[in-house]
């Protein structure tokens, strides 16, 4: 009878141990995304203070000048309520948001990212860094930014 609760023990400590391994690997891509998120904030309050500038377009990357993957955009959530979003008035301005399909593709701690499309074309793209108030608006038909700017 002690062999069999000693083997039941075994097995449950075994499995606590693999569920507990889960969870920290999911901690861990978001912390990584969260640093990812800091350092791009870092070199660009960097280059700001180095160009004596304010935020200007050097502060969108390339990789934000491109359209998201057809796997992101099946991957992302439709957004709940426009108005949880302090992005979504600027963003107003330069897109009409009732005649686009909105996907939220990146919503984390450190930064936003949603996809504007229309006829299943991704016309723009906003990324809001939460930390600093980073507003980008990018028009991916250009490859280019339509605004750059802190909003609060």
Same mark, same amino acid.
């Given at each position: 009878m002690n062999w069999k609760l000693f083997v039941l023990l075994l097995i449950t400590l075994v499995v606590l141990v693999a569920c507990s391994e889960d969870d920290q690997t999911e901690d861990t891509n978001v912390t990584a995304e969260d640093q990812e998120t800091e350092t791009e %904030? #870092?070199?660009n309050s960097s280059n700001e203070s180095n160009s004596g500038e304010s935020i200007t377009e050097e502060s969108v990357d390339q990789a934000e000048l491109q359209p998201v993957t057809e796997v992101e955009i099946t991957e992302a959530? $439709?957004?709940? /309520?426009? $108005?949880?979003y302090i992005e979504m008035d600027r963003v107003m301005k330069d897109v009409d !948001? /009732? =005649?686009h399909a909105l996907h939220v593709v990146t919503d984390h701690p450190g930064k936003r990212v949603i996809i504007y499309t229309k006829d299943e074309e991704q016309l723009y #793209? =906003? !990324?809001?860094v939460k930390r600093n108030a980073l507003f980008k608006l990018i028009d991916l038909q250009k490859s280019k930014p339509v605004a750059? $700017?802190?909003? %609060?």
């Open positions: %904030q #870092k070199t959530s $439709e957004p709940r /309520d426009l $108005e949880e !948001v /009732d =005649s #793209k =906003s !990324v809001y750059v $700017e802190e909003i %609060q």
